[in-house]
């Protein structure tokens, strides 16, 4: 049975500091790996989907990568901006199943 | 493109009423899964359909059903509810192909109050 984890569940940092997201699976048999943001009382926003045969993926100020082997996945936001302040969680998707999330602030 | 549409957003009932949600999902999905969000416990799968057909299932009890209209929009139902049952029920729409399933886009959630 698939198990997600997110470590640390929350995190503050000061504005414009570059910072690390972690999450860890259990199976390493996936088809995909997503990142989401979610705010407060409001649904998932889909950050960033990485397949299987993909290493990492980038948009903007996001990067994602993948390591199958280990079963981590990171998210990189660079610059942060107090805009980014939400919970981040990612999936395993064939699974369905989903990391408690990081709770993200950024302070001016 | 609409996005995926779930409704109502907000609702309050009482113990041992029973709730319908509805979930549409954007044009050209097949797949809809659903799920429950409570600060306890996060966000737990509760099934998926696919092409009128429950495809999985996760760990609840009976009273909580759902099905899929050939149209592809889906419901979820609960009965006889309990105050445990508050949270926020998130719906998402996928396409998918064989067990490979592509990005989830979720909606804004129905927000369900059980006094």
């Known amino acids: 049975k698939q198990e997600v984890t997110q470590i640390p569940a929350a995190l503050s940092v000061p504005e414009g500091e570059n910072l690390v997201l972690n999450c860890s699976f259990t199976?390493?048999?996936?088809?995909?790996l997503q990142w989401f943001r979610q705010d407060p009382g409001k649904g998932l926003t889909s950050l960033l989907l990485i397949q299987s045969s993909q290493r990492e993926q980038t948009s903007g100020r996001l990067n994602a990568s993948l390591d199958k082997s280990s079963g981590r996945s990171t998210l990189y936001i660079a610059a942060s901006q107090p805009g980014d302040s939400a919970t981040y969680l990612c999936?395993?998707?064939?699974?369905?199943?989903f990391g408690a999330g990081t709770r993200l602030t950024v302070k001016p | 493109k609409a996005g995926v549409t779930q409704t109502p957003r907000y609702l309050i009932k009482t113990r041992g009423q029973q709730v319908t949600l509805s979930c549409s999902p954007i044009?050209?999905?097949?797949?809809v899964s659903w799920y429950q969000q409570t600060p306890g416990q996060g966000l737990q799968f509760l099934f998926e359909?696919?092409?009128?057909?429950?495809?999985n299932k996760g760990n609840f009890p009976g009273r909580f059903s759902g099905r899929q209209f050939s149209n592809s929009r889906s419901e979820m139902n609960v009965s006889t509810l309990e105050l445990g049952d508050s949270a926020l029920y998130l719906c998402?729409?996928?396409?998918?192909?064989?067990?490979?399933?592509?990005?989830?886009?979720f909606g804004e959630g129905s927000r369900l109050t059980v006094l």
């Open positions: 199976d390493s048999a996936i088809y995909n």
């Open positions: 999936a395993v998707n064939n699974d369905m199943r």
């Open positions: 044009s050209g999905h097949r797949s």
């Open positions: 359909y696919f092409s009128e057909t429950q495809r």
């Open positions: 998402a729409s996928s396409w998918l192909a064989g067990a490979y399933t592509g990005e989830l886009f």
